[in-house]
């Protein structure tokens, strides 16, 4: 969420007995929510019942996407090395080709195929850079909030080589659809002075401001068709040209209060977006144009939402409640949550699936506070195996920190997350399981939010910061 337009008091940590059920009238009000009965529920211990290997022999690959649905676009890289079938300390992918990926999965026209049912990720896997994301320069983009600039990072060498002025506000840095082109979408709080940089990857170079209303973030449709603007602000979804940016419809989400964050289905046929300030998530039929359901979620406070990689569970970044919550997309209901708080876990915000797919990073900002939260909180990362939604472990942050937004770098072995109020970037080791680097951004920058690892490996993008298939 945008630093200083926020000023909705947070409540105390929801509880949840009974899940609310979702609905299909996108206008439902606040008074229809159900209440809750005290107490949380226990940790789920089932959930994805697989242990996945990440790639595919080719001619499975060519069968999948021979049956796939796909017409307009084809995968835009090469098809990578094997996938692994073990996973060594941290996520590291160690081993060999996949076999009986399952029934293919039939995409919404356009989508690229999924290679691999049970991972949605496999084509993000390390070793497997399209083209396109090969020749960029190696950098992390940061985006500074307070301070209108990016801070650049070499991520060979830990060092800050530059900052850049941007747009007023910057929140995320999103790389494209076709990978060409990364932008920073700054919102400009409060104004109508929003646009987006494009930067070029192979120089790192940024290019004329955009004018756009309101960008808080930038999505992709998982056809590439359109570039989804979250005009946060304005209650709505502005689908616009991915490579002018001319507006061509807009999706009204008018109760979705705070809307910020989305993951698509699967076959890519609908998307889900969380509502910060409404405590609900949003059903939306992009190719339709229209708000399909909403489910609320009973005094949550929801940020980052993602995919499980065999697409059958949302999950949902809870940053009041201190936990995920797991959503059902297809019914658009709740199926349980994961206790964060228990292992170390406060404030979860953003998630990251590792690059094998097998674990999804969770950065716990270490509070619950939107703006103005104390220096040094209770922030770490946790860990938890997609397999069984149990938590492996919980890295802190040595002396205090707040993680928020980032990605994973290219190998896997690196998560760069920004710390949104300590002016700062810290970098996990995924392998030894600990903070390996913390990197001032101040005096020249302040705020660090969704920051940019690139370049990463996948087919394409679908936006936000690096959501790679």
Known sequence: MPGGRRDAPVG?????GRFPRSTADPVASSARRRSHRPGRPAPVGTGTARRRAVG????????????????????????GPAGPTSVGAGGVTTGAPATNPGPAVRTVPGMPPVVDPRDIYSEA???KLSPAAANARPLVYVPDHATNNITLIDPATFLVVGVVP???????????????RLWVANNADGTTRGSLTPIDPVTGKTGANVVVDDPYNLYFTPDGAYAIVVAEARRRLDFRDPRTMALKFSIPTPTCLGINHMDFAIDGSYLIATCEDASRLVKVD???????????????????????????TFYVADMAGNRLLLVDGTALGLKGSID??????????????????TRLYVANRGSAARTGA??????????????????????PVPGGGSPDMGGVNADGTQLWLSGRFDNEVYVFDTVAGKLAHRIAVGPAGGEPHGLCVW??????SLGHTGNMR
């Open 286 to 312: 992009w190719r339709a144009q229209r708000v399909i359901g909403t489910l609320d979620l009973g005094g949550a406070l929801p940020q980052d939402i993602r995919l499980s990689p065999d697409g059958t």
């Open 56 to 79: 595919l022999l080719a001619a499975v690959g060519l069968l999948v996407g021979a049956c796939s649905g796909s017409s307009a676009h084809k995968a835009s890289g090469p098809t």
């Open 12 to 16: 105390s940590p929801p509880v949840m």
């Open 340 to 357: 964060l708080a228990a292992t170390g876990g406060y404030g979860a915000h953003g998630l990251y699936p590792s690059r094998d797919g």
């Open 455 to 460: 370049p990463q490996p996948g087919r394409y």
């Open 125 to 127: 896997a390390a070793g």
């Open 374 to 395: 104390p220096h040094h909180g209770r922030g770490s990362v946790s860990v938890v195996d997609f397999a069984t939604n149990r938590v492996l472990a919980n890295w």
């Open 166 to 180: 941007v747009g007023l506000n910057p929140q995320h840095v999103i790389p494209s659809w076709d990978l060409t």
